[in-house]
């Protein structure tokens, strides 16, 4: 909540600190980062990750800084556009020699400059079209060329006509003179430019990655990159990787043919030609993104010759293969595949410039392009320069870079498998070549540990162990955006033994927490806590078939429920956290509170897995809840900052996705109504939003009101008061009181507006006091003191209606008319709650408002509040004397088994009323009148619509509990 604003990638930056990776780093050489510790100290991060693959010579290579260095010193040109260039022609022929060596036999290739992968993507998909364009306009002029031919040999008498016209659409008749042989040609041309409309067709891999440019994000797999652009470029048809017969079907699907016309024998004849509509393939040799999947070598050779017989050009993306990180320079070299196009970037730079290339084979190289395509930084002075020094570092000693690169990636290759053999359970998979490597986690969206299946069924496993790994290895790992379960590896080749080894100790522990499902060593660093955990060693903490307790979730119902409602979450406590995951345990209740905050911006963690409630009425449903990982005292923050928009958005996420789900009724959790408007701020259509307050309202009332009884025969004649008078729930219990009670305690938080809210309160009770007495209906509670006020008197003989506003005249009325108010009592003070026999807690703070100095001798508390912090209190006091009761709670016929990890089932076989308002409305059918929340927003918690709620849930076998 207190974070500097940020400027720049606020929400990633965001994302980042809530694993603590948003670190700022102040020097880098070659594996290793370093920021300052709080004692300004350096410390130094391990970094596997590698620029993302552009650091194939580490961080700061001494011989490309001093170069870099020399550069500038001696005023190199880095702007002389329009000039010669020839260090990018250098740049061109230092990779026509490694082209030459890698793929013998291949013909030279033209060289461009762009200043990043993604746009020498765009510049080889822009190529492709261009070259596409002028192939279909050679072959309109070559067609228009043979029907002028043709033509003219029929009317000079030297070919005969055609006789046959089946390929053109429709019934078109042999033609039999010139004049109709014209019309045939017209025929045909209309043909062929209806064909002609047809836009380029390109294919890409499924699981591909090749930016995320607007041009670029179309070839890219992953929709999360691509569906909201799809409109803005090429349509690309995806095609699975290394299946040679998807792809020649795909081809097939997409040829277009046109016609021409050509002299066979001294007669005019109608043939069909290819028209060039298919634009290229892009491939990644080697797949990052997509998982580090390689291409095989029967893949591309077929690839290659389907290509060549429908002149598709074929792409190779070595943005993140090339530069030699697979063990050769192109790893499209290992399969043997040969691209019409190469695109190079990410290490061509040296880690110093911004440099990427492409590449284009000499007989397809269109001239032309240079002048329809170009970038004012792109073969700048500097990077062209700097790449040609990266080049003759890579290929010095006859490449013994590719060799180390073989080496290094092969030893740690052997290192993980070993790993996997060790922990099969843990370990799914172990990819890769060189230095471009991915260790694959099982699954773990279906864990015990709520925390490791939390963030494995959201995609952010890899994030979580990325940050143990940080934190407590100091090695710095990078995670693979389109495969969730995977550890991306992409050091140098300066990697050493000793660093091996130290990936081998930290991904061993990793291996360890997993297999053990103890959340503890991830959870502890993000806390806030200094120091060492308090356990070294990882304990296991995973189920005992033994023991049924300790089952991650209920077994799901076998038969689809009648109808499905949602819960979004109750706020968690340190204690539901502790519950929901055991090997928390050792955690105090500041860090685990920490960690929520920690993860701010995760609050919307994935829903549990349904619990069926069936009815006596016949129906059945099916609820699920999405937790938010947010605790009471961040809800407070909310408020008192004026951000509750910010819950609001997160809350309307939740809403949507529920309905996605199928539900049609929500309930909201505790706290959470108040920060939405009580539903009304959640505007869905076809969704009943309640936040519960009827059926807690209700409940309450029936427990104390049974508590009190059996001690003092009820409200009747006693004071009641209600510490939260000012909220929803508070005013509603306030309200319904005083028709029982002598006098009512109206008790806030002292806040700004909480006056406000509690005088809205106060003449709302006399509001419903004027009509219980205008209706004759005054015999019990503050109805029956007020009746001899002379105001009301008055108001009496003057025949006045019940529903004429009058709440606000009755309460200036008592002002003036007393000096102390002997009907109710609006107050700050929680002392004056000692004047209750009588007392709700309703408040939502987060830490206890009630001890034993507050509560009178004999008092009856009903606690509404969280999960009972006026009952800690209470106890902590010794006051045997207090009458405790659990308000707002209800019991499940049914048997349905609620865990209470959920944080809405105090005991087994109990619901808290909130949620168990939320069923009842589903198994009802229909929010209808008795909804709190009903589909327009949150009305009035009157009296009826109380226990018209607490009547329908008893129909449905929930019952208030009363101990």
């Known amino acids: 909540m207190n974070a500097p604003t940020r400027y720049a990638e606020a929400l990633l930056t965001g994302m980042l600190g809530t694993f603590g990776l948003d670190v700022q780093y102040v020097r880098a050489e070659q594996n290793s980062l370093y920021y300052l510790d709080d004692t300004g100290t350096e410390v130094p991060v391990l970094d596997l990750i590698g620029g993302w693959g552009s650091l194939m010579l580490g961080h700061n290579h001494p011989e490309i800084v001093a170069y870099a260095k020399e550069l500038l010193d001696t005023g190199w040109p880095v702007h002389s556009q329009h000039s010669a260039h020839p260090v990018a022609d250098q740049v061109g022929a230092v990779l026509n020699g490694i082209l030459g060596r890698e793929f013998p036999g291949a013909e030279p290739y033209s060289i461009g400059f762009a200043n990043s992968g993604a746009e020498a993507v765009e510049a080889a998909v822009k190529h492709c079209e261009f070259d596409r364009v002028l192939r279909m306009q050679s072959l309109v002029r070559e067609i228009e060329w043979h029907a002028d031919v043709a033509l003219r040999a029929v009317r000079e008498g030297s070919a005969a006509l055609p006789d046959d016209t089946s390929l053109l659409p429709g019934e078109v008749p042999v033609p039999t003179t010139v004049e109709e042989f014209a019309g045939v040609l017209g025929a045909m041309a209309a043909h062929n430019l209806s064909r002609a409309g047809a836009g380029p067709v390109f294919f890409a891999l499924e699981r591909a990655f090749h930016g995320k440019l607007m041009g670029s994000t179309q070839f890219t797999y992953n929709p999360l990159f691509r569906a909201a652009f799809a409109a803005l470029g090429s349509t690309v ?46 491939v990644e040799p080697i797949q990052g993104e997509g998982g580090i999947h390689e291409l095989t070598e029967e893949f591309g050779a077929r690839v290659r010759r389907i290509c060549d017989e429908v002149e598709c050009p074929i792409v190779v993306d070595e943005i993140q293969t090339g530069m030699g990180r697979t063990g050769r320079f192109f790893a499209s070299s290992h399969i043997g595949l040969l691209g019409d196009y190469y695109v190079l970037g990410k290490s061509l730079g040296g880690g110093i410039a911004k440099s990427s290339a492409i590449l284009v084979r000499q007989s397809r190289y269109r001239p032309e392009f240079e ?24 290929e010095a000693d006859d490449g013994a870079a590719y060799a180390r690169a073989a080496e290094r990636g092969g030893r740690i290759l052997g290192m993980l498998r070993e790993l996997a053999a060790e922990f099969p359970d843990v370990v799914a998979d172990v990819r890769g070549r060189g230095l ?9 969206s279906n864990a015990s540990s709520p925390i490791i299946r939390g963030k494995a069924q959201a995609g952010l496993l890899v994030f979580q162990l990325g940050s143990y790994l940080q934190a407590v290895h100091r090695i710095r790992t990078g995670p693979t955006a389109s495969v969730p379960t995977m550890l991306r590896i992409e050091p140098s080749i300066c990697i050493s033994d000793e660093e091996i080894d130290r990936l081998r100790t930290g991904l061993t522990q990793v291996c360890l927490i997993l297999r053990n499902q103890d959340a503890l060593p991830l959870v502890h660093p993000l806390t806030g806590a200094g120091g060492p955990p308090p ?56 860090h685990l509170l920490g960690y929520c905050r920690r993860s701010e911006l995760l609050k919307d963690l994935p829903a549990f897995a349904p619990i069926r409630f069936d009815s006596p009425q016949g129906t059945s449903v099916d609820l699920t809840v999405y937790p938010l990982l947010v605790s009471l005292r961040q809800l407070r923050e909310y408020q008192v900052s004026g951000q509750t928009f910010l819950i609001g958005l997160d809350l309307d996420r939740r809403v949507r996705a529920a309905k996605a789900d199928g539900c049609d009724t929500v309930g909201l959790g505790f706290g959470l109504g108040a920060v939405a408007g009580h539903g009304r701020a959640l505007r869905v259509p076809g969704i009943t939003v309640t936040p519960g307050s009827a059926l807690t309202v209700g409940s309450a009332l029936a427990a104390v009101r049974h508590a009190a ?29 005083a028709r029982e009670a002598a006098a009512i305690v109206l008790v806030g938080s002292g806040r700004s507006g909480s006056a406000d809210r509690l005088r809205a309160t106060e003449q709302w009770i006399y509001q419903e006091a004027w009509a219980r007495i205008a209706a004759g209906d005054a015999a019990t509670g503050l ?27 009755i309460a200036a009325h008592l002002a003036e008319a007393h000096d102390v108010n002997p009907y109710v009592v609006v107050t700050d003070d929680p002392l004056s709650v000692r004047r209750a026999r009588v007392v709700f807690a309703a408040h939502s703070s987060p830490v206890p408002v009630l001890d034993g100095k507050h509560l009178a001798d004999g008092a009856v508390l009903g606690d509404v509040s969280f999960f009972g912090t006026g009952a800690e209190s209470a106890a902590a006091a010794g006051r045997d004397d207090v009458r405790y009761v659990r308000a707002g709670v209800l019991s499940v016929s049914d048997g349905a088994e609620v865990p209470r990890a959920l944080g809405i089932a105090p005991n087994a076989g109990e619901l808290l009323a909130g949620a168990a308002e939320a069923v009842t409305l589903a198994l009802s059918g229909d929010g209808g009148p008795a909804s709190d929340g009903g589909r327009s927003g949150a009305g009035a918690l009157t009296g009826e619509r109380v226990q018209a709620m607490v009547d329908l849930a008893r129909r449905h076998g929930f019952e208030t509990v009363t101990t």
Do not use: C, M
């Open 709 to 737: 009884t059996e001690r003092s025969g009820g409200f009747a004649g006693s004071t009641v008061a209600v510490v939260g008078a000012g909220g929803r729930i508070g005013s509603a219990l306030a309200v319904l009181s």
């Open 371 to 394: 002048l329809v395509h170009s970038s004012t930084f792109a073969k700048d002075g500097f990077s062209t320069a700097i790449a040609l020094r990266t080049l003759d570092l890579l």
């Open 783 to 809: 109805a029956a003191a007020l009746s001899a006020e002379p105001l009301i008197t008055g108001w009496l003989a003057e025949g006045r209606a019940a529903d004429e506003p009058s709440g606000a005249a």
């Open 237 to 282: 048809t995806f095609v699975p990787a290394n299946d040679a017969a998807a792809f020649e079907k795909a081809v097939a699907e997409h040829r277009v043919t046109v016609l021409d016309v050509e002299v066979v024998h001294g007669r005019v004849t109608l043939v069909e030609r290819a028209f060039p509509v298919i634009a290229g393939l892009i």
């Open 535 to 590: 356990r070294v060693e990882s304990a296991d903490f995973r189920p005992r078939r033994a023991d049924s307790a300790v089952r991650a979730e209920p077994a799901a119902p076998t038969e689809p429920a009648d109808r499905r409602v949602a819960l979004i979450g109750y706020p968690l406590t340190p204690d539901l956290l502790r519950e929901a995951d055991p090997s928390l345990a050792d955690l105090d209740d500041e």
């Open 436 to 444: 471009l490597i991915g260790l694959e986690f099982a699954d773990q």
